[in-house]
């Protein structure tokens, strides 16, 4: 008799079957449960190697390196970043210098991973191992006080 597929499962089907995505979050999957059997499950993809969490409530598609056989993301760090802020509600744009490189304005090519999310302030981190998400912020202008 075949086992009734659980919530992991379910989880997992979606995520496959997403081709595009790359990042998701929690209420990617509020539809399947409620906030601790999402999070519970997610747990489990996490242990089992078919998803990384990459920062609070932010999680990204694995496949298995073909060198060490241990799971990597499908896409790179910096991608998966901004859509898992997106998706987040974020506005998220190039770093300076990375628009400055794709517009031909500069030829170093931008070594630090920043994402520019102009006036909004996030306060959460993201980071794979040693790799991690800085992130450029415009600062308010301020009102003269007189």
Known sequence: MPRKPDLADLIRNRIASNRRAAAFIRE???????????????????????????????YAKTRR???TGKPVPTKPLISIAAEGLRKLGYKVAPSKAAQAYREGRSTQFPVRQALN??????????????????????????????
């Not at 539809?31 to 089992?48: F, K, M, N, P, T």
């Not at 999310?117 to 007189?146: F, H, M, W």
């Open 28 to 58: 990617d999957f509020m539809d399947c449960g409620d906030y601790d059997q999402i999070g519970r499950a997610l747990r489990e993809l996490v242990s089992s190697g078919d998803l990384l969490r990459i920062g609070y409530g932010i």
């Open 117 to 146: 999310l102009g006036e909004q302030r996030v306060s959460r981190a993201i980071q794979l191992g040693r790799d991690k998400i800085v992130y450029e912020t415009a600062k308010p202008r301020r009102r003269n006080q007189a």
């Open 65 to 67: 390196s073909i060198v």
